[in-house]
């Protein structure tokens, strides 16, 4: 499999559940296992680096080109590293008896645990909480509110 196909796949791993199996549960244990805090910083970065060149965000990013292919220079050693030494059997086992869905599967996992660590930071989580100061408290309550004698229907 080429390094393109696998590093696509890393990305969109973070963004899509996959089933797992017996084998990919122990190559998502093993990508998890061999990556430092470092590594898994380096693919937030990377990550951020991926969303930011859509069209839509480009402009509230400074991601230069050159920033860019750094950050696909790094990671994609870092893919190498856990794919061919760090969790090779892993990794061979996975891909022999559950298919190359495994990388997404897999990757998923890494990606997920990855942003765990950038939601726990305390910054990251008041940013994600400020929209709630816009919130109209009594208009939710009665967007919400269950008149009397109405039994509650639920949305199909």
Known sequence: MRLKV????????????????????EM????????????????????????ATHPDVK?????????????????????????????????????????????KASFGVLGQVAMQGLMANGEVSNYFSGFEKHLDAKELQRAFAKKPGQPATPVK
């Open 59 to 103: 402009s509230l990013s400074g991601v230069t080109p050159e920033m860019g292919e750094q950050l696909n220079k790094e990671t994609g050693k870092l893919v190498m590293r856990l794919l061919t030494q760090s969790c090779k059997t892993e990794t061979r086992q996975a891909v022999e008896f559950e298919g190359e869905d495994t990388f």
């Open 28 to 51: 998502s244990k093993c990508l998890v296992r061999s990556t430092s805090e470092a590594d898994k910083t380096l693919l937030i970065k990377w990550i951020f680096a991926a969303m």
């Open 6 to 25: 696998v590093l696509f796949l890393v990305l969109t791993a973070v963004a899509t559940a996959a089933h797992a199996g017996p084998f990919t549960d």
